[in-house]
């Protein structure tokens, strides 16, 4: 199953979203754990792989990374532009591709020395090109936070997606986003790598296996809008590809935080997934008691089994694999051969978010991290406003599902599946007339409710 998928959100006086195209499919799971010797395992690269670049004297042009001291990396330092532009060692955001690229000409975490980040304006993960070795014996850490207000979404790491608010009650953000049940007042974990459990039910797995394109973890949906039960965000995500060794002696976690207790009352909000680590290189080595995980977001309160998100994903890919863990969850492992593989191909399944209601969707939106910013705003009372989708190498009988969150007021999320229009699999046209200004029982009075959504558009291959 490959899932594109379209996302963003924002509040808005009227009605506003943000999308983006990123294709997924989807995969699982488990942790098998060791703590043995502290001991490093240490072997010589047999070989150098190659990053494809088209112009190779970029590679290391970030320098060498090498903190002496705790380290926050302000991704929203990054310059704007291509991904394989020359390096001035503040990274380069790259729209098309969705990622913060450095090219590093080493990496070295030392034991005691944490490296965290702060997300990008468009919240995209994380890429370290490194045309030499990798050293982690420190932390490198991108983990998503935990809410400090009912009323304010948790941030995810970077990659990752917004918990839901518990007031107003909202779903947990992102392609694989908690729900919630009214009734219950629980809201559902959120998923990646394995579903996020809660009454509201439902499969919210995504993603690839090679985590090929990059991304993170979803967001939990909150509780009671009468309490406290904020949902946990979703983990970031990193791909880290070496030249010749990678060695982790310590921590790379990006793990999905929990959701708040619900200390003033009613439900528990869900946690978030964990979000996606991918490392490739020649030769991956390490010790027995490093950490590798993508864990998800436990609930602080009781009943936890209702409530918790869903594992992330983690993907090495190395000529030499000696590194003695699995990472939490199992990691998934395939050599890598003599060229690294960055990004999707042309060939591979593309969604685009062209227009709602007749207004433009930006090729690069920002809302899904700054609320205060709008992607597009429809004004007026349209009571089924259609979204336009185009589709690249996606099957004409795929299911296209159109995933709407609110991001200002309580509302469990609005769904409605897309109607092929024309095209073939190369290119193809699709509208899905989303029910989002709608409320009241059916065949009562539907009432018009402005307010800010998060668009998710998922694919179904037959």
């Not at 609005?414 to 046209?429: K, L, P």
Request: glycine share 16%; with cysteine; aromatic share 6%.
């Amino acid at each position: 199953m490959k899932c594109p998928t379209a996302t963003s959100n924002v509040p808005s006086p009227s009605l506003s979203t943000a999308l983006r195209d990123m294709p997924e499919r989807a995969f699982r799971g488990i942790r098998l754990g060791m703590l043995l010797a502290s001991a490093a395992l240490v072997a010589p690269a047999t070989a150098q792989i190659t990053i494809p670049i088209a112009n190779p004297a970029n590679l290391g042009t970030d320098g060498a990374f090498s903190p002496t001291q705790n380290t926050t990396v302000f991704l929203q330092a990054a310059v704007t532009g291509t991904w394989d532009q020359p390096g001035t060692g503040v990274g380069v955001y790259d729209a098309s591709k969705w990622a913060v690229v450095y090219k590093f000409s080493s990496v070295n975490i030392p034991a005691g020395v944490t490296v965290t980040f702060s997300n990008h304006p468009s919240g995209a993960p994380v890429v370290w090109l490194v045309n030499g070795n990798v050293t982690i014996n420190g932390t490198v850490n991108l983990n998503a936070a935990v809410a400090i207000d009912r009323s304010i979404p948790a941030n995810p790491g970077p990659g990752g997606f917004r918990g839901g608010t518990a007031q107003p009650r909202t779903g947990g953000h992102g392609p694989g986003g908690g729900k919630y049940v009214g009734t219950s007042q629980y809201g559902q974990g959120g998923g990646f790598g394995t579903a996020g459990l809660g009454l509201a039910g439902g499969d919210n797995v995504y993603g690839t296996a090679d985590l090929v394109p990059l991304i993170g973890g979803s967001g939990g949906a909150g509780g009671s809008d009468i309490g406290y039960g904020r949902g946990g965000a979703g983990g970031g995500a990193i791909l880290i590809v070496s030249t010749g060794t990678i060695t982790l002696n310590g921590t790379l976690t990006a793990n999905g935080s929990q959701s708040n207790a619900n200390d003033g009352g009613g439900g528990v909000g869900g946690g978030g997934s964990g979000g996606g680590v991918r490392l490739v290189c020649d030769t991956l080595v390490g010790a027995t008691n490093a950490t590798l995980s993508a864990l998800a977001g436990p609930p602080q309160d009781t009943p936890s089994s209702w409530t918790v998100g869903g594992l992330g994903r983690i993907r090495t890919e190395a000529n030499v694999d000696n590194l003695p863990i699995t990472g939490t969850p199992a990691r998934s492992q395939a050599p890598v051969g003599p060229v690294a593989r960055l990004w999707p191909t042309t060939a591979e399944p593309k969604v685009t978010a062209v227009t709602l209601h007749s207004e433009p969707v930006p090729t690069d939106p920002r809302a899904s991290i700054v609320f205060a910013a709008t992607d597009v705003e429809v004004l007026g009372s349209p009571s089924l406003p259609v979204l336009t989708i185009t589709c690249e190498n996606v099957p004409v009988n795929a299911t296209l599902t159109v995933r709407a969150v609110p991001a200002t007021f309580t509302r469990d999320v609005v769904t409605a599946t897309a109607t092929f229009q024309s095209g073939d699999q190369t290119s193809s046209v699709w509208t899905a007339a989303v029910p989002l200004w709608l409320t009241g029982t059916p065949g009562g009075i539907q009432t018009p409710i402005p307010g800010a959504y998060n668009f998710t558009v998922r694919v179904t291959l037959p």
